[in-house]
C-alpha cells in the first residue's frame, strides 16, 4: 500500500497568511492527488484534484502544486472560513485509496 | 444535484455484523466512470478509505479489512450496502458514503460526501 505523510500535523496562523502544507507519498503517484478541507462534524469537502486542479466553487485563493511523491497545498491568504483539517489522498491506482493522516490549521 | 445519505444502526454490539446503506440521487451508478465508495473516520483521527464498488460492479476493498467487508449496489434503488463482520470496540467511527466520477473509468478520487453517520461499537 502507498503511505501517505503530511507535515506539519498542527499549523497556527493568522488572518491573511500564506499557509502550506505538505504531502508525501512513499512512492510516486504521478499527479494523482486531491485534497480535503474538513470542518468539525463535518463530511470532507474536495478543494483539489489531480494535485493542481480547483474543484469548481473552491475560492481561488487555494492551490495545489507537486508530482512524483511530493506536494503541497497553499492558501495565499488565510480566511477565517479556512480554520479546518486538511487531508491529501493518492489515487494512483485502484486500491487501496490512502489518506494522509490531516494537518489541522488553527488560530494564532 | 448530487446528493447521498447513509443510514444504519448507531449501536452494534462486539462481534456482530453492521449493515450500511448509502442512498444516492442526482446521478446513476449505472453510468460509466461511476463509483461508490465507503470511507470511515474514527473519532478525532484521520479518514480511513474502506471499499469502493464502480458502475461495472467491480469492487475494491482495504487491505487490512477485506476479509470483514462486502459492498453491493442496487442500481433500480440508488443504493450501496456496506457490510462489516465480527465489529469492535476499534470499528466506532463515522461512516461516510462518497461518489466518484471519471469518464476514462480512471482510479478516483471523492467530489461529493454524504454527511456521515456515526456507528458506536459497545456491549
Known amino acids: 500500500d502507498i503511505q501517505m505523510t503530511q507535515s506539519p500535523s498542527t499549523l497556527s496562523a493568522s488572518v491573511g497568511d500564506r499557509v502550506t502544507i505538505t504531502c508525501r507519498a512513499s512512492q510516486s503517484i504521478s499527479s494523482w492527488l486531491a485534497w480535503y478541507q474538513q470542518k468539525p462534524g463535518k463530511a470532507p469537502k474536495l478543494l483539489i484534484y489531480k494535485a493542481s486542479s480547483l474543484e469548481s466553487g473552491v475560492p481561488s485563493r487555494f492551490s495545489g502544486s507537486g508530482s512524483g511523491t511530493e506536494f503541497t497545498l497553499t492558501i495565499s491568504s488565510l480566511q477565517p472560513d479556512d480554520f479546518a483539517t486538511y487531508y491529501c489522498?493518492?489515487?494512483?491506482?485502484?486500491?487501496?485509496?490512502?489518506f494522509g493522516p490531516g494537518t489541522k490549521v488553527d488560530i494564532k | 444535484q448530487v446528493t447521498l445519505r447513509e443510514s444504519g444502526p448507531a449501536l452494534v454490539k462486539p462481534t456482530q455484523t453492521l449493515t450500511l446503506t448509502c442512498t444516492f440521487s442526482?446521478?446513476?451508478?449505472?453510468?460509466?466512470?461511476?463509483?461508490v465508495s465507503w470511507i470511515r473516520q474514527p473519532p478525532g483521527k484521520a479518514l480511513e478509505w474502506l471499499a469502493l464498488?464502480?458502475?461495472?460492479?467491480?469492487?475494491y476493498y482495504s487491505t487490512s479489512l477485506k476479509t470483514r467487508l462486502t459492498i453491493s449496489k442496487d442500481t433500480s434503488k440508488n443504493q450501496v450496502v456496506l457490510t462489516m463482520t465480527n465489529m469492535d470496540p476499534v470499528d466506532t467511527a463515522t461512516y461516510y458514503c462518497a461518489r466518484s466520477y471519471d469518464p476514462h473509468a480512471r482510479p478516483p478520487f471523492f467530489d461529493y460526501w454524504g454527511q456521515g453517520t456515526l456507528v458506536t461499537v459497545s456491549s
Open positions: 489522498q493518492q489515487y494512483n491506482s485502484y486500491s487501496p485509496f490512502t
Open positions: 442526482g446521478f446513476s451508478l449505472s453510468t460509466s466512470g461511476m463509483c
Open positions: 464498488i464502480d458502475w461495472d460492479d467491480d469492487k
